[in-house]
């Protein structure tokens, strides 16, 4: 067996986790892909910050619309009944909290939920953070798409972040390629591991002590 999942696997266990009736966010990158596995029989509305309610999965080849896009730029369709709107007006969805989920990518995710994602902090990084504050604070549910581990082997969870904020104690639960884990008041909390993995397994990686909350869905 594996220790990790694909992003297309990641984005389908999302999905999955997203209850009917959903107003939806989802962040540039990886969780875009969330899209594609969002079940044909649920009514759940994407929203996406420059403007548009009622996003669809990524339009097939040839059917491209150069001025439908996502908020990353990336092409995107429209289902039946999606509304068109300034992006004024899509922040004041954002920050009155009228999404119910926003799904987003992350440098690092503290214990106590604070999220970092938008900057490593590195001499000459850009400033641009984006409407990823915004959709931080408003949602009622934060989830966080990203791998376990960074491309040098140190943990994306961690005790303290070191990288400036993007939001405080905002994030319900993360979801990477070696597990699920919640947010829980006495840290993380691994709600599915994957593979091979196991709760001692995840504490080495993370070098965290981690609740384990497996057996809370059996």
């Known amino acids: 067996m594996t220790t990790r ?12 986790d997203i209850p009917e009736g959903s107003i939806v966010n989802l962040g540039i990158g990886a969780p875009t892909l969330v899209a594609n596995f969002l079940p044909e029989d649920e009514e759940i509305l994407l929203h996406t910050e420059n403007g548009l309610l009622g996003m669809g999965p990524s339009p097939a080849d040839g059917r491209i619309d150069p001025d439908l896009i996502n908020a990353g730029k990336q092409p995107v369709t429209a289902l039946p009944g999606a509304a068109y709107f300034h992006h004024a007006d899509s922040f004041a969805m954002m920050r009155g909290g009228h999404l119910d989920v926003c799904v987003l990518g992350a440098f690092q995710v503290g214990q106590n939920g604070d999220l970092a994602n938008w900057s490593t902090g590195a001499p000459g990084a850009i400033p641009a953070v984006g ?52 947010v829980s008041p006495d840290g993380f909390a691994v709600r599915e591991a994957f593979g091979e993995n196991t709760v001692e397994s995840l504490s080495a990686l993370t070098g965290l002590a981690l609740v384990d909350a497996t057996r809370e869905d059996a």
């Open 5 to 16: 999942i694909s992003r297309e696997e990641l984005a389908q266990r999302i999905a999955a």
């Open 131 to 182: 409407g990823a504050m915004d959709l931080a604070i408003g949602a009622k549910s934060v989830y966080v798409m990203t791998d376990l581990l960074t491309k040098t082997g140190d943990s994306k969870l961690v005790e303290e972040c070191s990288y400036p904020l993007t939001g405080v104690g905002c994030v319900t639960r993360v979801y990477t390629d070696h597990a699920i884990f919640d």
